[in-house]
Each structure stands twice: as structure tokens, then as C-alpha cells.
């Protein structure tokens, strides 16, 4: 749709001077895209008029007059349709954007909308908020990452810095003064830089952290008790006595170890030869070619086993729930595990065949029927349970629960530290700290332990963290904000541009 329209003012304002002239020296057609009108890509065919300056000592002889809320110099876009592209480019991105204007009928290219991006204003902050929120991000998850700032008492986005060293927040923080609070996860950079520039700021450790820390040495504990999950039976007394926490005294013989059992005890062999020279972690990952924190648990890992605790996939876990129906049909004389997979599958499970024939090795091995009621507490459930609000818990399995406390001592332990963090953390009495910790430590617990050895270092800014009601909560959702953005972009934005996205998307 073409729109003819003309100019009538009968003078003109000169950019360079600001003198009027009504002198006209020529006229020429500008044609500028608009929004759609109906569906219909519309084109406005505007006829403007050059103006002579006459005002003497002024560098333009000539110049074109502009329409207010119409044109702009050298644009080829309405004011209204170059924000409403932006705007698209802020959610959006390229692409998607792109497709998004083809169908609302204002076709532009990706490179086009990038461009508009870049033109955007970068507003960066004179002075910091009172409450600043921090938090780290990843460009490449595991290798590269930046920092997002946040003010807390609004839920404004502040500023993004390139990485997450202290040194680049120490420069930041020292440009834009009046910090007097900083929310932060435990991480210790943020707070060496908040100690080296802000010295009277108060930090604050964000208490999810704080709990999904806690979460994790509880797992860690079940772990290690792994052995008091399955309910006494008489068959097990007799048959299967067993020792300390953690072992049993008819280990599977290594001949019939699996693959990956096998795998396990010579990689965490192997790792302990280095560890134990003093070879760094790093350089360790790099020889075998594994992750950092794959060879950290291998080198604080005692036995192979203590490797794999706490670290099994979601998908073994899940067999679980079928547990029943494939002890029922073993003891109808089906023992080929291909078969009772294809069974379970058409039963909802989506696990593979290599799972289930785990899943039943050890009844294989032990040419024994199954038993009547499979054990139904795995490591996960029962951290799950200690940790998990009790109003979120039916009978039946808090009914397991206080059993499996009942026969383990160390988790009744557990379970006292996990209410006694849980009331202090809901009713902010921060000033129980030092005496939770105490309590931690005297369980004699290595996890707990660990974890209070961590907590004490950082003592003065997890009591504020469980006292104050300041918290990271603002900053983690922005996170979450930031890995959609980098999916609309394919992971192609560069930092500039998705700075822009971060601080000005709505």
C-alpha cells in the first residue's frame, strides 16, 4: 500500500543554526516504511522541500526540511516503526525477530534488526544501588563466564560485566560508589572483591544457596549409609551381615562387575596415583582428558564406590517405580531382560535395556527369587525426604522415613541438623549459627563437617543471609532470563549485543 503525502509548513528550521528560511531550493521524493495497515505492508511517498539558509556564517547552504514524528535524517523508517523493530530485536533477537516482522507484515532482514541493536543507547550507571545483587552466568557453560548486577530493591538491571573475576568487579564496584549491601551466592571472588573495594559493605549469602549446599552434604551422608535403606528381613540378617556404614560383607566378586564398575575402579586408581604425588587437579583432567570436577570427586573419593554416590542419573532412579511389576514377572520364570524391557516400555518407561539388566544383576547373581517387596528408599528419596517441607510428605513415606532414623543413628543425626538449619533459616535466627555449626560438627560426619567448615569462613555474611530479608531470588531469575536470550540468539550474540538484550528487553 502506497501512501502519497507532501509537506505544506512554509519555512523550515536550519539543523546547523536554528534560523528559519522559507528560500525553497529544490524538492525530492523520500519513501519511508511504516507499520502495516490491515495486513498490508505500507509505503509512504512523501514529497520534501530543500531549504537555503540564508543566516550568514553558517556552515549549511542548504538543508532538508524533516517531518516531526515522520522523518528523520537519512532513515528510510517511520520513528514508530523503527521502535517497533527494536523492540522486536530486543526480545527476539535476529532470526526470530525477522520471521516475526515478515509475518506482521513489516519485512526486514536479521542483519537489519542486529544493526538497530547496536545503535541502541548503552546507558551505564553513574552510581551503584543500595542493595546490589551479583551473580555469575555462562557465555559457554564449564568455560567461559560473565557477572550480572542488579538492584534489588527494584529489580533493575544494572550492568554486565565480560567475566567473573574479582578484579573486574573490584573496578567496577570502585567507579560507581554507594554500595551498602551485596547479595551474593558463596562463591569467593565476589566477596574478595567486595571486601577489597566496598570494606563497609555489608554481603549477604543468598540462603538457596545456603540450603541446596546443605541438600548436598545430606546426600552425601545418605550416601554413606546406603546400606541401612533397604528394610530388615529375616533372609538378610542371616544371610547378609553387615559391617560399617557403607559396606556390605558379600561385595560382588570383581569377575562379576560390570563395565562401568570396572571403569570406576581404575579410573579412581589411577587418579589417586597422581593425587597422591602431588599432581594438581587440573593437570590431572587434562591427562585423562575428563572434567575438573569428574577428577575432584575421584580424588576426595576413600574407595570407588564413595565416587559414585550421590551422582546416579535420574533415569536409574526411575526404574524404581517398576520395580514390582519386573520382581513379579522374574519370579514367574521371565529372566531375559530384553524381553522385560520391551514389557516395562509399553508400561511409560523410557530408560534402556542396559538399565534394567543393572537394575536386576544382582538378583541374577545371587540365584535367589526376588523379592516379594523391592526396596523402594534410594539415596535420592531419602534426601528428598529429609530436606523436603514435612507438609509435602504423606503418611506412608514419612512412616519409611522415621523407620529408616529409627536404624540409623548418623541420619537421625542428619535429620536433627537438617530441622534446627530449616527454623533458623524460615525464622531468621541468624544468631543460632555458631551453635548449629557446633552441632554439625559434633555429628562427626565428614559432610556436614565440610560443610560447616565452609560456612565458618564465610561466617558474617551467611548470619546475614539468614538473618536480613534481602536475597539473591531477583538476580537468579534474571539468570534464567539471560539463557533465554542466548537460545533466541543461537548462541551467536556477541557480549555487546547481548548486553543490550540483558539491560534493555523488557
Not at 67 to 72: F, I, R
Not at 241 to 251: H, N, V
Not at 448 to 476: H, P
Amino acid at each position: 500500500m502506497a501512501v502519497a503525502a507532501r509537506a505544506v509548513s512554509r519555512e523550515a528550521s536550519c539543523p546547523g543554526c536554528g534560523g528559519l528560511s522559507s528560500r525553497i531550493h529544490g524538492r525530492y521524493h523520500r519513501r519511508l516504511a511504516d507499520l502495516a495497515i490491515g495486513g498490508r505492508k505500507v509505503v509512504i511517498d512523501l514529497v520534501v522541500r530543500r531549504f537555503l539558509c540564508g543566516t550568514a556564517g553558517c556552515g549549511r547552504r542548504t538543508f532538508v526540511e524533516q517531518v516531526e514524528g515522520l522523518t528523520e535524517r537519512f532513515a528510510r523508517r517511520t520513528p514508530i516503526l523503527r521502535r517497533t523493530l527494536e523492540r522486536l530485536a530486543l526480545a527476539l533477537a535476529g532470526r526470530p525477530a525477522a520471521r516475526l516482522a515478515a509475518h506482521l507484515s513489516i519485512p526486514t532482514s536479521a542483519n537489519s534488526l542486529l544493526r538497530l541493536l547496536g545503535k541502541l543507547p548503552d546507558n551505564r550507571p553513574g552510581t551503584a544501588p543500595r542493595v546490589l545483587g551479583v551473580d555469575d552466568f555462562a557465555f559457554k557453560k564449564g568455560h567461559v563466564y560473565g557477572t550480572i548486577l542488579m538492584d534489588v530493591e527494584t529489580g533493575e538491571r544494572v550492568d554486565v560485566l565480560p567475566d567473573r573475576t574479582a578484579d573486574t568487579l573490584t573496578a567496577w564496584l570502585r567507579g560507581h560508589p554507594g554500595v551498602e549491601i551485596v547479595c551474593r551466592d558463596r562463591a569467593s571472588t565476589y566477596a574478595e572483591a567486595v571486601r577489597t573495594a566496598c570494606p563497609n559493605a555489608t554481603q549477604v549469602a543468598d540462603r538457596f544457596h545456603l540450603w541446596k549446599n546443605l541438600c548436598e552434604a545430606v546426600e552425601k551422608c545418605v550416601g554413606q549409609h546406603r546400606t541401612c535403606l533397604a528394610e530388615p528381613t529375616v533372609d538378610t540378617a542371616a544371610d547378609k551381615p553387615i559391617g560399617k556404614a557403607g559396606t556390605a560383607a558379600d561385595d560382588v566378586p570383581e569377575g562379576m562387575e560390570g563395565p562401568r564398575a570396572v571403569k570406576r575402579r581404575e579410573r579412581h586408581a589411577a587418579v589417586h596415583g597422581l593425587y597422591g604425588k602431588g599432581v594438581p587437579i587440573e593437570v590431572i583432567a587434562k591427562t585423562f582428558g575428563l572434567d575438573r570436577k569428574t577428577v575432584r570427586r575421584y580424588a576426595h573419593a576413600a574407595t570407588p564406590d564413595d565416587a559414585s554416590r550421590g551422582t546416579g542419573s535420574r533415569r536409574y532412579g526411575h526404574i524404581h517405580s517398576y520395580s514390582p511389576y519386573l520382581y513379579r514377572r522374574w519370579n514367574e520364570g521371565c529372566t531375559d531382560a530384553a524381553r522385560l524391557h520391551a514389557e516395562i516400555v509399553e508400561l511409560g518407561y523410557g530408560g534402556s535395556k542396559r538399565t534394567v539388566r543393572r537394575h536386576l544383576q544382582e538378583i541374577r547373581a545371587g540365584g535367589k527369587p526376588a523379592p516379594a517387596k523391592p526396596r523402594e528408599l534410594t539415596v535420592r528419596k531419602v534426601t528428598w525426604l529429609m530436606t523436603a517441607h514435612p507438609d509435602k510428605i504423606d503418611e506412608s513415606s514419612a512412616l519409611k522415613l522415621k523407620q529408616l532414623l529409627a536404624r540409623c543413628p548418623e541420619l537421625e543425626a542428619v535429620a536433627d541438623c537438617v530441622r534446627a538449619f530449616a527454623r533458623m533459616m524460615t525464622e531468621r535466627r541468624g544468631s543460632e549459627l555458631d551453635t548449629w555449626l557446633t552441632h554439625a560438627e559434633d555429628t562427626g560426619l565428614k559432610p556436614l563437617c565440610s560443610l560447616a567448615r565452609g560456612l565458618r569462613q564465610d561466617f558474617d555474611a551467611v548470619t546475614a543471609g539468614l538473618t536480613l530479608e534481602w536475597s539473591s531470588g531477583k538476580v537468579e531469575g534474571n539468570v534464567n532470563r539471560v539463557k533465554r536470550i542466548k537460545r533466541d540468539g543461537y548462541g551467536r550474540a556477541g557480549f555487546n549485543l547481548l548486553r543490550r538484550q540483558i539491560l534493555l528487553a523488557d
